[in-house]
């Protein structure tokens, strides 16, 4: 039989090879068998240093943060907003500056004169936050978060995990509440063969979405989420398995890297009939887990006079996409779920970027039932 004549699920194994640079072959770590919802496994695994664990969780938070610019900017413009509410003075013109360090420097004709602009911006930047240092209660304003703010989310029930990919290998830390950070080694993968699986499945969302096209998708995204459960969910749950987290814990998955591209939460295994990611853990992503330590801090700080509500923004169709299936039993759930006066509801062609922007000042939860575009070479054109 040609290779052309072959049926699609006997080469769709092999398509990541074939669409991507090749990447020498690892042989794949035993991998242990979950029967049971977080049952007995066991695997090798390395508790970092006491010393070592809190610096590797905080630098991991911190490179996260610069490899991300729209978390970056997140990170300034809400740590402002959240600290500094009295020092409305100083609160302003941080903000304005800020806004103004978003802005490329080479819009201008003069590029030179653009960059002599940005370095008095910095200058004053720093003099301000010097200043506001100084106030009472403010030394440590836009400092890093120590290693003991960034376990605060696990006091909340739920588990923080790092997911690394670099040049020197591939691991996940585990922040816990109770045991030193977990190191997990996931020899099983590389950061080369990430890029490569991150590679394909971006360009196999882009097939016509015909039957045939349909039916590759569907077995590629099967071969990829086999492997992601192989060699990174597997070993990662084999140690949070030790823990006696309960059944279905939260874990807050921060991938780095390309991990950021791949549907780590929805890993399971070749098997079908053995259990995965989503029949053993809650899954939630995070750009930085001090983001998540500011929304805990909300929640405490929280005004009981102010009325809480959720925000549900469902747009199934828009011109150039495919309508996204199951949007309507989403948005029968919330209303079934909670009551009229806690949901706010924009649906079709009230779902635009006006009605949406205001609604967000109005609304504690936000939800999102809608079409997202991703802009990998420029992050901060990535929207909803």
Request: charged share 20%; with cysteine.
């Amino acid at each position: 039989m040609s290779q052309e004549q072959q049926p699609l699920f006997t080469t769709t194994p092999l398509i990541i090879d074939q669409s991507a640079q090749q990447v020498p072959a690892q042989p794949p770590p035993p991998v242990p068998v979950i029967n049971q919802p977080m049952g007995p496994l066991t695997l090798v695994q390395t508790p970092l240093p006491s010393r070592g664990a809190p610096r590797a969780t905080s630098q991991c938070n911190r490179c996260r943060a610069r490899t991300s610019n729209t978390g970056d900017i997140a990170s300034r413009r809400a740590r402002i907003s959240f600290t500094i509410n009295g020092e409305t003075v100083h609160a302003a013109e941080l903000r304005q500056i800020g806004r103004s360090l978003e802005i490329d420097t080479q819009t201008g004709d003069d590029a030179l004169t653009g960059i002599r602009n940005r370095r008095h911006l910095a200058e004053r930047w720093d003099s301000l936050v010097a200043r506001i240092r100084q106030i009472d209660g403010f030394f440590n304003f836009l400092q890093p978060m120590t290693f003991e703010e960034l376990r605060e989310p696990v006091f909340h029930g739920g588990t923080p995990i790092f997911l690394v990919a670099s040049k020197f290998g591939c691991s996940a830390l585990i922040v816990t509440q109770k045991h030193p950070v977990r190191h997990v080694p996931l020899p099983g993968t590389s950061r080369d063969r990430l890029k490569s699986i991150a590679l394909v499945l971006h360009k196999a969302v882009s097939v016509p979405k015909d039957q045939l096209g349909t039916q590759y998708l569907e077995r590629l995204i099967r071969t990829i989420i086999n492997e992601l459960w192989r060699d990174i969910v597997a070993p990662i749950l084999a140690v949070l398995s030790t823990l006696r987290l309960g059944s279905l814990p939260r874990v807050w998955w921060i991938p780095t890297g390309p991990l950021g591209l791949l549907p780590i939460h929805a890993a399971v295994p070749a098997n079908p009939d053995e259990p995965g990611a989503p029949d053993l853990i809650t899954s939630s992503y995070l750009v930085l887990l001090q983001s998540l330590v500011w929304c805990y801090r909300n929640i405490r700080d929280h005004n009981p006079a102010k009325p809480r509500r959720v925000l549900m923004v469902a747009q199934p169709k828009v011109d150039n996409f495919v309508a996204l299936p199951s949007v309507q039993e989403e948005l029968t759930g919330m209303r079934q779920a909670l009551p009229e006066d806690k949901l706010i509801v924009l649906e079709g062609e009230r779902a635009n970027l006006v009605n949406v922007t205001r609604a967000l000042g109005k609304a504690t939860w936000i939800h999102f039932a809608c079409h997202g575009h991703q802009e990998q070479g420029n992050p901060l054109e990535s929207c909803l």
